[in-house]
């Protein structure tokens, strides 16, 4: 009887909601809206001081409506990022859209925002103990991930295709308000639905996502 007690309250356990624990260098420096940033052009860094005489100094704004993509405004001239969330670290800012599960690193020049993508191990070394899976890595828009028993793990999605997914979301996802949308948290096996408000209409192709437990994994 003991035995089917603790199996019960592992089981039980495994099944708890958790969040995945943002570092400090993400988490304390989100640019917020009517924050103010300054750009330096000479040595093409940000941040909230600039010693450069001809500084650029920027107030962040979000667009009303649909998507809620950042804009900055500079001298009363507004700028767009093609970004949702955007965030300072190491004299970078660094954006990401949740639109197409992209990241990127800003600069300024020549009067308007340009946008570097980053890469699978820069964006790794953003989110430490995260599991990053490309939008490439889906067969027939399905794919099968492992997990150890009873413990929880962190996946993102990240988008290294031309595809958009506006609005995604996945379905029955109790956080879908995620800092980083790609972020979702699995504590237990099962098949989970990326998808357009639920639609299964072809113009809003879902992805599948089959997860499984593995004894090998700790």
């Known amino acids: 009887m003991k035995k089917y007690i603790i199996f019960a309250l592992l089981l039980f356990c495994s099944n708890q909601a958790f969040s995945y624990e943002y570092t400090p260098d993400i988490a304390n420096n989100i640019v917020q809206e009517e924050q103010q940033i300054k750009f330096c052009p000479n040595s093409q860094t940000?941040?909230?001081?600039?010693?450069?005489?001809?500084?650029?100094?920027?107030?962040?704004?979000?667009?009303?409506?649909?998507?809620?993509?950042?804009i900055y405004e500079k001298d009363k001239a507004l700028y767009d990022t093609d970004t949702t969330l955007e965030f300072l670290i190491n004299n970078q800012?660094?954006?990401?859209?949740?639109?197409?599960?992209?990241?990127?690193?800003?600069?300024?020049?020549?009067?308007?925002?340009?946008?570097?993508?980053?890469?699978e191990e820069q964006i790794q070394k953003l989110f430490p103990n995260i599991k990053l899976v490309k939008i490439s890595?889906?067969?027939?828009?399905?794919?099968?991930l492992e997990k150890p028993y009873f413990k929880p793990i962190t996946f993102?999605?990240?988008?290294?295709?031309?595809?958009?997914?506006?609005?995604?979301?996945?379905?029955?996802?109790?956080?879908?308000?995620?800092?980083?949308?790609g972020i979702f948290d699995i504590n237990k096996a099962g098949d989970y639905i990326y998808s357009h408000f639920e639609s299964r209409d072809t113009l809003f192709p879902t992805l599948t996502i089959h997860v499984k437990n593995n004894l090998k994994l700790k």
């Open 46 to 70: 940000w941040g909230e001081n600039c010693n450069d005489e001809n500084s650029y100094t920027f107030i962040k704004r979000i667009t009303f409506g649909s998507g809620g993509f950042s």
């Open 93 to 119: 800012l660094i954006g990401y859209n949740m639109h197409k599960l992209k990241f990127y690193n800003l600069e300024f020049n020549d009067n308007k925002f340009q946008n570097s993508e980053l890469n």
């Open 137 to 144: 890595q889906f067969k027939n828009r399905e794919i099968t």
């Open 156 to 181: 993102m999605l990240l988008n290294d295709t031309p595809e958009h997914y506006y609005k995604y979301q996945l379905e029955k996802y109790p956080k879908q308000d995620e800092l980083i949308h």
